[in-house]
């Protein structure tokens, strides 16, 4: 990143990167160091369906103090990952994870909580409408075991997404998911306890991110990343990951349902083969995918899920 002062209005403006947003604070990496900032007035009054600034954003920030700053422009995003969040009045905004990001990294556990094969995949539309780049993390692989772990996995693996077995307490797959990490800007995201901020700590000690227990009475993990942050991780080759409060429930941001087939990637080769143009890949007679479905060449779970989605995109 090239950090030059710009010149407005007599002041000199930096460039920088969002590392942390917290209530309207934002901490931002320049040139001159870290700096705490907020919003310009003219940011806050102009009409958003988005958020502002989240982390990864790259800004203009003007310096006002040795340690404080204003922001004062967002570059547009070249990236990001997002999801649908209630707004004020019950309307629905776009809830920004993180901008300008490489790759998704989807931590699921193998078990405590349960997988969700669901969830996994409303993340994996997501990032294919997006157009990220998405690794499969199956975490607490000691639990189950390599045999039991593949087999719930094994469906990911075979339409193309890299899937990484990993174990805090025994190490498994954290040299691969140290590799994977080094040299890019990764948001690292799953539902509440599935062990992401151990992973972390283990891919770089010292990072001294909170963890908790997972709830036997729910099944369900304790909030323990209450705010999100972009990290530095110093891996050769450097790069970042951003740490991000769990999801519990994943809304689809403004997602047009005709385009949803198409993020099921083994569904691509055969969209184009239907009778109907607008398939919807549910009832048509002569439609592709289903034929492919019972030639066994799409797996029944997963077109159960792509299913469920189309006729329920909100539930």
């Known amino acids: 990143m090239t950090d030059r002062p710009l010149i407005a209005s007599g002041r000199a403006s930096l460039r920088g990167t969002v590392l942390r947003a ?4 934002f901490w931002v990496r320049t040139e001159v160091g870290i700096l705490e900032c907020t919003l310009r007035g003219r ?3 102009e009409r958003q369906s988005s958020d502002i600034a989240v982390i990864g954003d790259q800004v203009e920030v003007t310096q006002v103090s040795p340690t404080h700053g204003a922001i004062e422009a967002v570059t547009p995003r070249n990236s990001k990952l997002a999801r649908r969040a209630v707004g004020s009045k019950g309307i629905w905004k776009e809830d920004v994870i993180v901008a300008n990001v490489d790759q998704v990294m989807l931590v699921m556990a193998c078990a405590q909580p349960d997988f969700s094969p669901r969830m996994l995949d409303r993340y994996l539309v997501l990032s294919e409408a997006s157009e990220l780049d998405a690794v499969v993390i199956a975490n607490k692989l000691d639990l189950v075991g390599d045999q039991r772990a593949r087999a719930l996995f094994d469906v990911y693996a075979r339409i193309g997404y890299p899937v990484i077995y990993t174990s805090t307490r025994t190490g498994a797959g954290i040299a691969e998911l140290q590799a994977r990490l080094a040299g890019r800007i990764s948001v690292v995201t799953g539902k509440s306890g599935v062990g992401k901020s151990s992973l972390l700590n283990v891919v770089q000690p010292g990072l001294g991110l909170a963890t908790g227990d997972v709830s036997a009475l729910l099944s369900k993990g304790r909030h323990t990343t209450t705010v999100a942050e972009l990290i530095q991780l110093d891996l050769a080759g450097g790069g970042y990951v951003a740490d991000t409060p ?10 047009p349902l005709d385009d949803l087939a198409w993020c099921y990637r083994e569904f691509r080769p055969y969209l184009d083969e239907c009778r109907f143009a607008g398939c919807s890949h549910i009832h048509e007679p002569d439609c592709a995918v289903q034929a492919a479905l019972a030639e066994g060449a799409i797996d029944a779970a997963r077109y ?3 299913v469920r ?3 329920n995109p909100s539930d």
């Open 309 to 311: 989605l189309r006729q």
């Open 43 to 45: 940011l806050k009054k």
């Open 22 to 25: 917290q209530s309207g604070f």
């Open 304 to 306: 159960q899920s792509y």
């Open 246 to 255: 769990g999801i519990r429930e994943l809304g689809l941001w403004r997602f």
